[in-house]
Structures are given as C-alpha cells and as structure tokens.
C-alpha cells in the first residue's frame, strides 16, 4: 500500500484535510470548523484538525492505518509564544513524531508553484483574515499582515464585512451614503433590523469569523452595482496588494518572474478585488503573475513534507 500523508489547512473560519501519497493524488478529503491557534482554544483547534483528518481518512478508507506524515498548518501560529502544547496535543491524536507544526502561510506557499517547493513566488491568502507570504531565489522569506483583525488583516474577509456594516450603520445614521449592503443584510443577511445586529455583533462569542460571515452580503451587494460595496471590495484589493509588494520589495523580486498566488474566499469577489490587486502589484513588479495557486494549501503542506523529507523514524 506505501506511506501516505495527511494535509491539513486550518484557518479562522474552516479546517480542510486531504490524504495522499507522494504522487500526489487525493485519495480522500475532509473538513470541519475554525482552527485560528492565536483565537481559537486550543482544544478547539485540535477538535478541528482531528475532525477535518477523520473525515479525510476515512473517504480514503483509512481510517486504522497509521499516516507516514501530518502536515499542519494554521492561521494565527506565528502569534504564539509556545508551540509545544499544541504539537504534544496533536501528537496525542496522530502519534509522536508524526506530526509537522506549521503556519498556514507556509503551506499555501508550498503549493504556489507548480513545479519546484523552493521557487520564488509569493502567497497572498484573504480568507477572514489577511497576510503575504514569499520567498525568494536561495530561500529568503519575507511576510506582509496577517497579525490580526485589531491590528492588521486588511483586505481580509472580517475587514471587508466590517467595512459594509459599517455602511449600513452611516446610512441609517443619515452619516453616510444610502447603500444595497443594508437592503440585503436585513432581507437576507440572516438578520432583520440594526438590534438583532448589534446584539450578534457584540454579544456574540464567535469573534471575527462571526462578523467575516457578512462578506457575502457585500459582495452581494458589488454585484448588484452598488457603489459603497465596489469601494470597499477595490480598497480589499488594493490592501492586499499592498501587502504583497512589501514582500516583493524585501525579497528583491520587482524584476522576476514569479506567481503570486492567490488563495481564500475573499477573491471569490473575482475582478473586484484582482483588478486593484494587479495594478498595484505590476506597477511594482511588472513579471508577476497572478492568479490562483497551482496546488490548495493542503496539498502544498504534503509537497513541503515530501520536499524537506519529513520522517517519522
């Protein structure tokens, strides 16, 4: 049968799971909740994780069958002082010695290029939060963002939906322009006036996720020509590529040809987002190439794993 791998994406909003061998086929994928290990107990985390990697298992009909390698990458890990506690609980679940503790910027960049693990290229991932991640010719690496929604994430799903309620809230204020975001989220954003919002928004215990689940009322609302949406989508994009070309500047790379993958449901938003993120990113480096990743995280952290020749033994 030969060693297979687990890949596993964690980040604020969903954990997705593929197996695999080393040729890369998915022989099985899974998926379950939040996995954010700077805002998500970390019990939470492991619950998720396990769940995804449950599921991946057994769609691949191996469920009892010990994996070679469990590759996991998480949003919001380079935010924690201690990683050990995390990597000894999930030791606990895959067995000691199985397991490679990541961050999901490093996995998403694994799966950027569709040939060489170490070319350069550069990730930007806006899913509910937001960072850039790259690395250069002689594995160089530099990051942009992704240090969280209070402090950065911009162009990240919680800032976008943040930014349409806050629409909302200016118009019926009389402080900001009349906008679609409001007829949509109270018809159907799951919420039906300004005091069930409020009451969700501040007495809710889910933290940014619960607040990025309003992007699909803002890209909604961009689809149906309305200004203020379009405005905060094209500032997402260009946050984004703001992020991007900062990594691009440390890394030397405003001359080379590279990707610059992009990976997260905020470009579900497609050229009202990648429109600004282009423009500003070939202005600076005019080779990029932009686009989605060749490989989904997941698969890029069994690429790093068969690429840095993780072993168990």
Do not use: W
């Not at 593929?18 to 939040?34: H, I, M, Y």
């Not at 282009?278 to 060749?294: D, S, T």
């Amino acid at each position: 049968m030969g060693p297979f791998f687990i890949g596993i994406d964690g980040g604020g909003t969903r954990t997705r799971a593929v197996v695999a061998r080393k040729d890369l086929a998915p022989l099985g994928r899974g998926a379950s909740g939040p996995a954010n290990a700077a805002t998500c107990p970390l019990p939470r985390v492991v619950e998720s994780v396990q769940e995804a990697a449950s599921d991946a298992l057994l769609a691949a009909n191996l469920k009892d069958v010990p994996p070679e390698t469990v590759v996991v990458g998480l949003a919001g890990v380079d935010s924690i002082r201690d990683r050990q506690p995390l990597l000894n609980a999930l030791e606990a679940v895959f067995g000691k010695g199985r397991v490679l503790l990541t961050s999901d910027a490093q996995i998403a960049l694994s799966g950027a290029a569709p040939d060489r693990v170490d070319a350069p290229a550069v990730v930007v991932i806006a899913g509910t939060g937001a960072i850039a991640f790259g690395q250069g010719e002689g594995g160089a690496t530099a990051r942009a963002g992704g240090f969280g929604p209070l402090l950065s994430d911009e162009g990240g799903g919680y800032a976008i939906a943040r930014q349409g309620l806050v629409a909302v809230v200016r118009e019926i204020d009389g402080r900001g322009p009349p906008t679609a975001i409001r007829e949509l989220l109270f018809s159907t954003g799951g919420v039906s006036s300004l005091p069930e919002l409020l009451e969700r928004i501040y007495r809710s215990e889910g933290g940014a996720a619960d607040v990025a689940a309003y992007f699909p009322v803002v890209l909604a609302a961009a689809r149906k020509g309305d200004a203020e949406a379009r405005r905060i989508l094209a500032q997402a994009g260009r946050d984004l590529a703001l992020d991007v070309v900062t990594v691009v500047k440390r890394l030397g790379l405003e001359n080379a040809s590279f990707p610059v993958a992009t990976i997260g449901g905020v470009f579900a938003a497609g050229e009202f987002v990648t429109g600004p993120l282009a423009e500003a990113i070939r202005r600076v480096a005019p080779l990029a190439r932009i686009g989605p990743a060749a490989h989904p995280p997941e698969m890029g952290a069994i690429r790093l794993a068969l690429a840095t020749g993780r072993k168990t033994s």
